[in-house]
């Protein structure tokens, strides 16, 4: 495999272990303002990401390379509302996306058609990342400063299952 490559792979599943890492770091906050079922959506979410760092793992592995895990930052723990959440949350997938889209043309540039192949389920997702954070800042807009409304949405976004 390309040393490149190899290398932003490697940097990609830092990302998305932070991925993982922030939204937990949201759900806390959620749990805290005793918001559970965004809590437990921002939970499904961590765990997604953390699904998205192993299929990078698996697929390195696969190709008999080692991974190198890289130190991941603090996320931030500090939100004054649920639609400045969802702010980040949008703008932070829009920035996963932007680095899919750089390893794709990477793996295009180099020929590695299987990294091509991988990289374009991750492509995808990223798609349903995207629409699905902005669905939800879109509805916490339209309902801001309505608390019974906060709460059935609360009570919605609990229902989220794990994929």
């Given at each position: 495999m390309d040393k490149k490559l190899y290398e932003e792979l490697n940097n990609q599943i830092k990302k998305e272990l932070y991925s993982a890492y922030l939204y937990l770091s949201m759900a806390s906050y959620f749990?805290?303002?005793n918001l559970e079922g965004f809590?437990?959506?921002?939970k499904v979410q961590a765990k997604e990401e953390?699904?998205?760092?192993?299929k990078i793992y698996e697929f390195l592995n696969?190709?008999?390379?080692?991974v190198?895990?890289?130190?991941?930052?603090?996320?931030?723990?500090?939100?004054?509302?649920?639609?400045?959440?969802?702010?980040?949350t949008l703008e932070h997938e829009?920035?996963?996306?932007?680095?899919?889209e750089n390893l794709y043309s990477l793996a295009k540039e180099k020929n590695d058609y299987s990294a091509?192949?991988?990289?374009?389920?991750?492509?995808?997702?990223?798609?349903?990342?995207?629409?699905?954070?902005?669905?939800?800042l879109?509805?916490?807009?339209?309902?801001?400063?309505k608390e019974y409304l906060l709460m059935y949405f609360d009570k919605e976004l609990g229902k989220r299952e794990e994929k």
């Open positions: 749990d805290y303002i809590a437990h959506w921002m953390f699904g998205h760092a192993m696969d190709r008999g390379e080692r190198v895990f890289q130190e991941i930052e603090k996320p931030p723990s500090d939100f004054s509302s649920p639609v400045e959440v969802f702010e980040k829009k920035n996963v996306t932007k680095s899919i091509e192949i991988m990289l374009q389920w991750f492509i995808t997702e990223q798609v349903e990342e995207e629409k699905q954070a902005s669905i939800i879109e509805k916490l807009k339209k309902i801001e400063g």
